[in-house]
């Protein structure tokens, strides 16, 4: 016979995992989305990525076509992603915040479950998009893959974790909305999500120090060095830096939600 | 026994505005209290502290064992709420809602997919379980957030304004169900702006006005505390001239006369069998043209006069 306190954390898994699979769900209902970016996806790598590629100089980049397509699944993902902040938006313009603050599940579980599930579903929704991608690169080490696979999860949920702590700290849509676009700009022009790092530090040595820390600019890497596009000397490093990315905005995330929103600090 | 709810001096300001003044009372086990009041009352502020939605500006309330300041997430576990305006993405369908409602609460899979679908049939909801909220009528969508709590039946349900925009057949269809989930042991809190619906369900309804308690009793008791407990409401064909209202306040039997509507007074009176003759004598006189004449017993309304010198809807209206 299963303990009771072991029954109680069984329950508070689950509830969690009902914040997740409700995120989840919500998703893939506004199909309308879900098929523009796919198809956004598709229109990237069969006319910007195969135009662009041409005038690349392949003594600079020897395959610009791969290396924009692994870098555009990242920006993909980074941008499913960010999509919960918007929800958060959403939610409060219909009331929808409030009937989740009165549910009988605790704000880190709200937070921590709103974190992964918006990962999680970015995660899944760009499933098909690398599958795409991984076809037209064409060579996969699958050991270097897994582990690839194992930091995309975590930088989704940190993105995600990121995108509720900053929707929930600025309060206001419009502003979110142009800071996200703010933020993009700079967090995905400033990373090696479409040209290497001696290129960015080239351009400029600040540029290059950024993107050498950049998040994005870890998993590109990481996703180029799983389909054999580029070498590493040592896949752990952007490994690690994934790891505290998604740490930091993970907790960050679950103090600022708990200070701001338990009360009424929302409103 | 003590109480399940008690309100200490809670209190909410947003700004400068007091949404919600030092309101204190105690809420009985299995009862059904009516919160009464306009918009603007208070009514939904106190019910999102009880939830521990918003936090209270001062004062504190307990549910259950629990403070709502110290174990905001243990109230959680004994409270389910159907909010004033329905909660829902407008994407969701009725199905996903509550479905989901259910299982968060901590309902087993075949005790939720039989509630679902015995309140969902209720309330006439079961054929359009599957449809986009968007594409449903106002009502339907209040019945979905109505449903919520039916499925769930929590130890504590708070029911915010449950059968605004539903129809009559409707709200007595939520009524029942509400009486029921009381006789079941559930303790309930009805906020509403409609007499009869306080009146109907209420073992208690407290009156709320401006932020503060007025009153707080059973509805006999409320009405029968009104001083001049019979009621004469008389519809003019126009207006009626001061001098008129002057007149009809010179019988010893009125203690009081209210205009409602600009074509009808109502009179607070005793002794209505004496009155009603001499009254009608004395409008005759003057041919006064009259559309009827009706005589009833006091009203929540009336009580909500007695205590605020307005209607409910002059006070919706601001009233002073």
Known sequence: ?267 | MAPIIQLKELTKRFGNVTAVDHFSMDIEEGEILGLLGPNGAGKTTTILMLATVIRPTEGTATVGPYDIRKNPDKVRGLLGIAFQEPKMLWVSTPWDIVNWHAKVCGLSTEERKRRVKDVLETLDMWDARRRNVHALSGGMRKRVEVAKVLIQRPKIAIVDEPTAQIDIVGKHKIWNRLLELRDEGTTLIVSTNELYEADRLSDRVGILHKGRLLVCDTPKKLKDNIPGGDIVEIQFESPPQSKIIDELRNFKEIVDIVTPEPNSLRLYLNKVEEFVPRMMNMLMKKSVPIASIRMTEPSLDDVFVHYTGLTIAEAQRGGE
Do not use: C
């Open chain 1, 1 to 267: 016979m299963q303990k009771p306190r072991e029954a109680e954390s069984e329950k508070e898994t689950n509830k969690l995992l009902l914040v997740v699979e409700r995120d989840v769900r919500l998703f893939f209902q506004y199909k309308f989305l879900v098929i523009m970016r796919a198809i956004w996806f598709v229109s990237q790598i069969a006319l910007f990525g195969l135009i662009a590629s041409r005038l690349i100089n392949s003594a600079v980049v020897p395959d610009y076509f791969h290396y924009y397509v692994a870098g555009l699944s990242v920006m993909t993902l980074y941008s499913a992603a960010m999509f919960i902040g918007f929800d958060l938006y959403e939610e409060a313009e219909h009331g929808v915040f409030e009937y989740l603050l009165s549910l009988p599940v605790t704000r880190r579980q709200l937070v921590l479950g709103r974190s992964i599930g918006g990962g999680l579903r970015a995660f899944i929704y760009v499933g098909p998009l690398i599958a795409i991608s991984l076809y037209v690169i064409g060579a996969v080490n699958p050991l270097n893959f897994a582990l690839t696979l194992f930091s995309l999860f975590l930088f989704a949920f940190g993105v995600s974790g990121m995108s509720i702590t900053i929707a929930v700290a600025i309060k206001s849509s419009d502003r979110f909305d142009i800071l996200m676009g703010v933020l993009d700009a700079l967090i995905v022009r400033l990373s090696t999500a479409m040209y290497p790092l001696a290129i960015v530090q080239s351009a400029n040595p600040l540029y290059g120090g950024i993107a050498s820390y950049n998040p994005v600019t870890f998993v590109a890497d990481l996703f180029r060095w799983g389909t054999n596009i580029i070498t590493l000397d040592n896949p752990l490093l952007p490994l690690l830096g994934v790891m505290i990315f998604f740490g930091t905005f993970t907790f960050i995330g679950i103090v600022i939600y708990d200070k701001r929103i338990e009360g009424g600090g929302w409103q």
